[in-house]
């Protein structure tokens, strides 16, 4: 069977389990997952690369998860909506993910249209479908057929709302489904040489993952309007041998928001600090040390200006013509 390569985009609600699913396809956190709303806020790229077996041809699939489909009320939404465009934007399958246990009209709806204005073959994966089953005993075969059999109507209901080329329930967090959704992909996608060397598994400089690891860290351990008031741009990235140095900026909107972020005695942001140090380490493979700061800028959400600066590949595209200048 010939080679097979594509890119497929993972388009859905906020909170569906996107980011989850593309960290489970590609074995390694790539993208910070949050139980709140509206957590991923760029397009990030994860390379799967698969060995043919049989009935399933070898092929490279580069997913790219998106930010949560939303009606945009600032200028920070409004990226976000456009970074979802820019990544179906000439893909060659989209997953339309919905959660299983929650559908709303209205979002449906708005997402079955991006998915056919783009003229792509689009799966619907059906996600979080453990929590169908019963609680109390979720692997027992009657929970699993009481599951089952709540799938049934929303099957159907979905079938009939959209053309879909196929329809998988998964659950990403529990890894269910998975390699028949893989296999359904590798059909649909089209044949062709990998677009990336195979030891690649993203384009993210491991900056903007470090800058997203403290955020996930701020989510992790705010409330309220605190999680999207704030972003984090690093300072400082050195690499010196088995040491990273870090230094980065937590950005919120207002004082009372930095008053929390600090905590009393400056407990809070010690806390985030260590636990981001901890999953930095392990992300990074050397010793970190990390410093942290808190500023307030206000309105950042609704600054075009702010928001264009948050943007890694373009930071990416001046940190290298700074560079360039230099030598
Ligand atoms: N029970 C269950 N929870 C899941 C599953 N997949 C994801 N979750 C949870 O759902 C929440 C949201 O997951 P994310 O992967 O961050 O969702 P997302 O679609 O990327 O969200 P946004 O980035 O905000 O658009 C997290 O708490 C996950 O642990 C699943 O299959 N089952
Ligand atoms: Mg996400």
Same mark, same amino acid.
């Given at each position: 069977m010939a080679f097979r390569s594509g890119f497929v985009c993972i388009i859905g609600?906020?909170?569906?389990g996107k980011s989850t699913l593309l960290n489970a396809l590609v074995g390694e956190k790539l993208a910070i997952i949050s139980p709140k709303p509206q957590t991923t806020r760029n397009r990030i790229l994860g390379i799967v690369n698969l060995p043919g077996r049989k009935g399933m041809a070898a092929a490279q699939v580069v997913l790219l998860d998106t930010p949560g489909v939303h009606r945009p009320d600032s200028s920070l939404g409004r990226k976000m909506m456009s970074e979802v465009r820019e990544a179906l934007d000439g893909c060659d399958l989209i997953l339309v993910m919905v959660d299983a246990n929650k559908q709303s009209e209205g979002t449906d709806e708005f997402l079955l249209k991006l998915a056919s204005k783009s003229n792509t073959p689009a799966i619907l994966v059906l996600n979080k479908v453990d929590l169908l089953r019963n609680r109390r005993h979720p692997s027992n075969p009657a929970s699993r057929l009481q599951g089952k059999e709540k799938l049934l109507p929303i099957i159907e209901r979905y079938s009939s709302s959209y053309k879909f080329a196929e329809i998988v329930p998964i659950s990403a967090l529990k890894r269910e489904g998975l390699d028949l959704l893989l296999k359904k992909i590798v059909e649909k996608i089209p044949s062709g040489s990998p677009?990336? #060397? #195979? @030891?690649?598994?993203? @384009?993210?400089?491991a900056r903007f993952m470090a800058a997203e690891a403290i955020r996930e860290q701020v989510l992790q351990a705010t409330s309220e309007e605190v999680p999207y008031a704030v972003t984090v741009i690093i300072e400082q990235y050195e690499e010196a041998g088995k040491l990273t140095r870090i230094a980065a900026v937590i950005y919120c909107e207002r004082q009372g928001q930095k008053a929390i972020l600090l905590g009393k005695n400056g407990q809070m942001i010690k806390q985030m600090g260590t636990a981001a140090r901890l999953q930095l380490e392990q992300m990074l493979g050397t010793k970190v040390f990390l410093e942290l700061f808190v500023k307030v800028r206000e309105n950042w959400r609704d600054s075009n200006e702010f928001i264009d600066e948050l943007d890694w590949r373009r930071q990416l595209h001046q940190l290298t013509s700074k560079q360039g200048l230099r030598s």
């Amino acid at each position: 069977m010939a080679f097979r390569s594509g890119f497929v985009c993972i388009i859905g609600r906020p909170n569906a389990g996107k980011s989850t699913l593309l960290n489970a396809l590609v074995g390694e956190k790539l993208a910070i997952i949050s139980p709140k709303p509206q957590t991923t806020r760029n397009r990030i790229l994860g390379i799967v690369n698969l060995p043919g077996r049989k009935g399933m041809a070898a092929a490279q699939v580069v997913l790219l998860d998106t930010p949560g489909v939303h009606r945009p009320d600032s200028s920070l939404g409004r990226k976000m909506m456009s970074e979802v465009r820019e990544a179906l934007d000439g893909c060659d399958l989209i997953l339309v993910m919905v959660d299983a246990n929650k559908q709303s009209e209205g979002t449906d709806e708005f997402l079955l249209k991006l998915a056919s204005k783009s003229n792509t073959p689009a799966i619907l994966v059906l996600n979080k479908v453990d929590l169908l089953r019963n609680r109390r005993h979720p692997s027992n075969p009657a929970s699993r057929l009481q599951g089952k059999e709540k799938l049934l109507p929303i099957i159907e209901r979905y079938s009939s709302s959209y053309k879909f080329a196929e329809i998988v329930p998964i659950s990403a967090l529990k890894r269910e489904g998975l390699d028949l959704l893989l296999k359904k992909i590798v059909e649909k996608i089209p044949s062709g040489s990998p677009y990336f #060397p #195979p @030891d690649e598994i993203t @384009d993210q400089p491991a900056r903007f993952m470090a800058a997203e690891a403290i955020r996930e860290q701020v989510l992790q351990a705010t409330s309220e309007e605190v999680p999207y008031a704030v972003t984090v741009i690093i300072e400082q990235y050195e690499e010196a041998g088995k040491l990273t140095r870090i230094a980065a900026v937590i950005y919120c909107e207002r004082q009372g928001q930095k008053a929390i972020l600090l905590g009393k005695n400056g407990q809070m942001i010690k806390q985030m600090g260590t636990a981001a140090r901890l999953q930095l380490e392990q992300m990074l493979g050397t010793k970190v040390f990390l410093e942290l700061f808190v500023k307030v800028r206000e309105n950042w959400r609704d600054s075009n200006e702010f928001i264009d600066e948050l943007d890694w590949r373009r930071q990416l595209h001046q940190l290298t013509s700074k560079q360039g200048l230099r030598s």
